[in-house]
């Protein structure tokens, strides 16, 4: 599985960005997808994940109530809207796929329940 990560960019405080993934390759195989960031000095975190079918979806506390996590008809691109942004959320941001269908917070917001990884969208929130 290949991911493609797209719609990072500069935005000021309080805006908003959509972020995309687009995965090709094995898609086949049903995967919960998820969202990590990592910040220049910091560790890779979690963000927010979808189960396979869209129903479950988990975010890191920092982030809920301004993110949004979803998929598309087709199950093989994630979004994630992104508002209310704060320069906090600079970082590069990471799509990833799961070997899980779904599975609980404890199980998906871990990155190493991830099996593929995208190359990463660089988004920069200014003040």
């Known amino acids: 599985v290949q991911l493609q990560a797209s719609g990072g960019g500069l935005v000021q405080a309080g805006g908003s960005l959509r972020l995309s993934c687009a995965a090709s390759?094995?898609?086949?195989?049903?995967?919960?997808m998820g969202w990590f960031r990592q910040a220049p000095g910091k560790e890779r975190e979690f963000v927010a994940t979808i189960s396979w079918s869209g129903i479950t979806t988990y975010y890191e506390d920092s982030v809920k109530g301004r993110f949004t996590i979803s998929r598309g008809n087709d199950k093989n691109t994630v979004f994630l809207q992104m508002g209310s942004l704060k320069p906090e959320d600079t970082a590069v941001y990471y799509c990833?796929?799961?070997?899980?269908?779904?599975?609980?917070?404890?199980?998906?917001?871990?990155?190493?329940?991830?099996?593929?990884w995208g190359q990463g969208t660089q988004v920069t929130v200014s003040s």
């Open positions: 990833a796929a799961s070997a899980y269908v779904s599975g609980g917070y404890d199980l998906l917001s871990r990155a190493r329940s991830y099996d593929y």
């Open positions: 390759g094995r898609t086949e195989s049903s995967n919960a």
